[in-house]
Structure formats: C-alpha cells, structure tokens
C-alpha cells in the first residue's frame, strides 16, 4: 500500500475480508521511490491521483521497467 488513508481504509476491509497478510511501508510508495529510485525493489510506475498521473522510480532516469500489459494484443503498456 502507498500509505496514504485510502490505504488506511483498505488494509482494515481487507483484514475483515480475512486476509492475513497486509503491510504497508512506512512512509508508502512515494517516500520509498524517492529514497531508493531505481536502486529499490519497485518495478513500473506508481500511479497517483493528482496531476502528475504516475511516477516513476527516479523521475531523472529513463530506465524504468514497463510491467503492464494490453489486455487485447499483450503489448508493453503503462499508461
């Protein structure tokens, strides 16, 4: 989970729903992506709800992994 509220609200449905294993990173996505970019673990984009859409692991490197596929042709696809 990124660690914000709606975070917050799904890990409590979640453990209600009887799932066991729920974590969050302290500080969530976006502190971990600005403390490791594209050292860390995270593959992809972290797609935001605010004008920037998603961001990527080092805004500064190019080299970010593209995880998505298109549901109808299997191409790489983020956006």
Known sequence: CTGG?????????????????????SGGIHRYLETFGNDGYYKGLNFV????VAMKPDPVKPQ????????????KFNE
Do not use: H, P, T, Y
């Not at 709800?49 to 920037?52: A, L, M």
């Not at 970010?64 to 191409?75: H, K, L, M, P, T």
């Open 5 to 25: 509220i709606r975070c917050e609200k799904a890990s409590v449905m979640l453990r209600k729903r009887g799932v066991e294993d729920v974590s969050q990173l």
């Open 49 to 52: 709800f605010d004008q920037r």
């Open 64 to 75: 970010n992994e593209i995880v998505g596929r298109c549901v109808q042709c299997s191409a």
